[in-house]
């Protein structure tokens, strides 16, 4: 059965690369340019289900992801770890010596800087997605304009890689989430990865004692995120990824860091996804 998948991103990007390999099959796309444009499209019933980047094994969590899926009750079904590949490309028949401007998302620059040391003459421009300047060269014929973007978009917009892998860091990998409004999605039975929020008192070894009940639990750690409290000053929240054997392991856990902490929320129950 078709679902609708909202993706952040167009065809092409990151994100529609996770939504086929992760589902397997083909689904329609709810292509949304901001994350907060994809959690508007799962709370009106628009699509299905959504993919979000969580964090990048170079620039780390991206933060306010975890915000919206927590201030919207979104829910964490899966997940899916992606090699991230950088490839410079442009309309057919060119030579990188005749390109004057690259654009891409600036995190994609980012990751190419040292590549890009090389060629002085290039100019880096910032855009919002790194898909959509693929698409943009193509449609309008742009000569000396390159994009850096996935494999994917070269291919669906019958581009030319001048160069690929041009990423500095060739160990570059990216945690995608799988979200929808709602948490039922597989038997107990299959579920070994837990996302979880809790909320502390201001005493001293509280953290400490959690992390305690977790080993002791047997929940392997696998993530832990610190966020400020904007009412409360000097307060934060806790985001914590653990993994398990058992679900009647992480169940035990559960019902005693209820009882630990001033707030406690599960953000998703899920499989976990192969790092590999």
């Known amino acids: 059965m078709k679902e609708i998948i909202a993706i952040q991103g167009i065809k092409g990007s990151f994100h529609h690369q996770v939504a086929q ?54 829910h964490i079904i899966g997940e899916h770890y992606l090699d991230i590949h950088m490839n410079l490309m442009v309309l057919k028949g060119q030579k990188i010596e005749a390109i004057t401007e690259v654009h891409s998302h600036p995190i ?8 890009f040391s090389q060629y002085p003459h290039i100019k880096l421009v910032e855009s919002g997605d790194t898909a959509e300047t693929a698409r943009r060269i193509q449609e309008h014929k742009l000569l000396g304009i390159a994009a850096v973007a996935a494999p994917i978009a070269a291919k669906l917009y019958d581009l030319e890689i001048l160069a690929a892998g041009i990423h500095t860091v060739q160990s570059n990998k990216t945690r995608f989430v ?27 070894g509280s953290l400490a004692t959690v992390l305690n009940v977790m080993n002791n639990c047997k ?27 058992k679900y009647k392991h992480y169940e ?17 129950e899920y499989k976990s996804g192969k790092r590999e």
């Open 21 to 74: 390999e992760y589902f397997q099959h083909e689904n329609d796309l709810d292509e949304c340019m901001s994350f907060d444009e994809l959690v508007k499209s799962l709370k009106t019933n628009q699509a299905d289900k959504g993919v979000m980047a969580l964090e990048n094994s170079i620039a780390g969590s991206i933060i306010p992801n975890y915000a919206l899926i927590d201030n919207n009750n979104l």
């Open 108 to 115: 994609a620059l980012l990751q190419c800087a040292v590549f």
């Open 178 to 204: 799988i979200v929808k409004t709602q948490n039922k999605e597989i038997p107990k039975e299959q579920i070994n990865k837990a996302s979880i929020k809790f909320e502390l008192d201001d005493t001293a």
């Open 219 to 245: 929940l392997n750690l696998t993530k832990i995120q610190s966020m400020p409290i904007i009412e409360t000053p000097f307060q934060y929240s806790f985001f914590v990824d653990v993994i398990f054997d």
């Open 252 to 268: 035990k856990a559960k019902k005693i860091l209820v009882l630990m902490t001033t707030h406690f929320k599960v953000l998703g």
